[in-house]
Every structure is written in C-alpha cells, then in structure tokens.
C-alpha cells in the first residue's frame, strides 16, 4: 500500500494499475488486504526502477501476463488504528484511512479521498501529459471495500448489507472529476 504514491507516478508510463483495498471487520478482529494489478509494461519498468512493490506481500504472475501484488494484515481494530495513527499523512489509501469506535459500539471507516485528489492536483504535470496519462487509465480503477454488518455507507452496500464498496475509476480521479466524492465513509457493526 506504501507504494501507491510511487505507482502514482510512473502511471503516465506505466499506464495498467488495477488497485484493490479491502476491510473486513469481524467482532474484535479486522484484515486488511490490497492487491496491485499492473500490465508487463508497468511491471518491467517497476522492476528496472530498482524499486520492490512488493516486498510485504506475495507476487503473481497471471495468465494474461499481468503482475499481481497482493498484502494482508490482520489484528484487532484497536492494532488497526494505532496502524493507522502512526502512518504519515500522504497520498496512500492507508495514509488517508482512518478507523474510530464510536460510543454506540460500531466503528466508522473513513478515506480521505480528498486529500489524494490534491495530492494528484498538486503534482504539477502539465494539461498534455495529465490528458495523456486520463487516456491511457481508462478502464482502470482503485477499488475499497469494507466487508463485515455495514450500518450505513455513502458507497454502494451489498442486498445482504454485508459489503461496501467505491470503484473509483483512476481516468476520473486523475482529472479531478467531480464526481469522485471527497470520502468514503461506512459504519460496521463489529
């Protein structure tokens, strides 16, 4: 998840990122996992950069020859948030998220999403390559999910009201579309 920001960078370049950040919230306990899906384009490059996207997390090769990267960290919500207190602030979903108990015994799961649209706003790359790079991100998309007794959500909840999901497509989100919302909120009961 450290890496997002790097990957961020070299989309212009690497032009195939897939990302997927899930919670799943079970009673006292809580997993989060990502997955980083990239082209062999983007990977190649990655890998001659010098830089290990995944060094915390296992490394596949697809059928279709795409590189996936996938992490997991399970502890209790109470490890999570420290987690999460203790990351600098930043454009990674993981610097942006932040997990409280409320007082009614649920928790609320929030990404400042807003906070990695002006960070994107702020890395001065110029209309022609920004429309370059929205172009070549279509179909491309960062995904969150929260998984466990969803209360309520500004995402899209599941009909068992088991999941919350964002798809965020990156092409928007790399022209500040508006609408991209500025969080993704959602209340579990644990």
Do not use: H, W
């Not at 990957?7 to 009673?27: E, F, Q, S, Y």
């Not at 490059?45 to 995944?54: L, R, W």
């Not at 602030?89 to 906070?115: H, Y």
């Not at 969150?144 to 497509?169: C, H, K, R, W, Y």
Request: with cysteine.
């Amino acid at each position: 998840m450290r890496k997002l920001l790097f990957l961020l960078c070299l989309l212009p370049l690497a032009a195939c990122v897939d990302m997927d950040l899930t919670l799943k919230i079970d009673g006292d306990n809580a997993t989060v996992s990502s997955t980083v899906t990239m082209g062999p384009e983007g990977y190649q490059m990655m890998a001659s950069s010098g830089e290990d996207m995944c060094e915390d997390g296992v490394a596949t090769t697809l059928d279709n020859g795409d590189y996936q990267c996938t992490t997991e960290m399970t502890g209790t919500i109470d490890e999570m948030i420290a987690e999460l207190e203790a990351a600098e602030e930043g454009m990674d979903p993981d610097q942006t998220a932040k997990i409280e108990k409320l007082e009614d015994g649920n928790v609320r799961v929030s990404f400042d999403l807003a906070e990695m649209k002006a960070s994107v706003a702020e890395g001065g790359m110029d209309p022609g390559m920004l429309m370059m790079m929205q172009q070549m991100l279509v179909g491309r998309n960062l995904t969150f999910t929260i998984e466990g007794q969803i209360v309520e959500t500004n995402g899209t909840m599941s009909d068992s009201s088991d999941m919350a999901t964002l798809i965020i497509p990156l092409d928007k989100f790399a022209m500040q579309d508006p609408s991209i919302p500025d969080s993704f909120v959602t209340i579990v009961t644990p």
